[in-house]
């Protein structure tokens, strides 16, 4: 069986990134000063809580070593600053939502709910592959 490990992300105030899985018996966490180094260190200290869970005998780590790969999840605020260059109006005007209110969500002072939170992961993919669809 080839599980995706969900790492949810978080940036920290001084620019680190911090991620932790979520899907995996225990907890493995892994920080980095980039999305990208924080990916390679994700995927190094998870290859080492394998091998000592292996060592160690524990049962649970033979249906974590196939793992097909990682799935990492950011909050609202995460996201926007991980992309500083994006114009919250715009995506809100994608989204269908309030500019304001968008505002609020990528500054943490408002939680979206989930569904709220799943019609702005829509309008992100919908952007994405409208920007994937550009040739120059």
């Not at 249906?63 to 909050?75: N, P, T």
């Not at 260059?85 to 715009?90: D, F």
Request: net charge negative.
């Amino acid at each position: 069986m080839r599980n995706t490990v969900k790492v949810y992300v978080e940036k920290a105030e001084d620019g680190t990134y911090w991620g932790t899985t979520e899907n995996v018996s225990g907890v493995v966490s892994a920080c980095g000063d980039s999305l990208e180094a924080l990916k390679r260190n994700m995927q190094q200290a998870f290859t080492e809580y394998l091998e000592v869970a292996k060592s160690e005998g524990e049962e649970w780590v033979k249906d974590s070593m196939s793992v097909a790969g990682f799935e990492y999840r950011l909050d609202i605020p995460s996201f926007f600053k991980l992309l500083p260059e994006l114009k919250i109006s715009l995506l809100a005007r994608k989204a269908g939502i309030n500019e304001s209110l968008m505002r609020q969500y990528a500054t943490g002072k408002a939680n979206a709910s989930e569904k709220r939170a799943k019609q702005i992961e829509k309008a992100i993919h919908e952007l994405g592959e409208e920007l994937l669809s550009v040739s120059l």
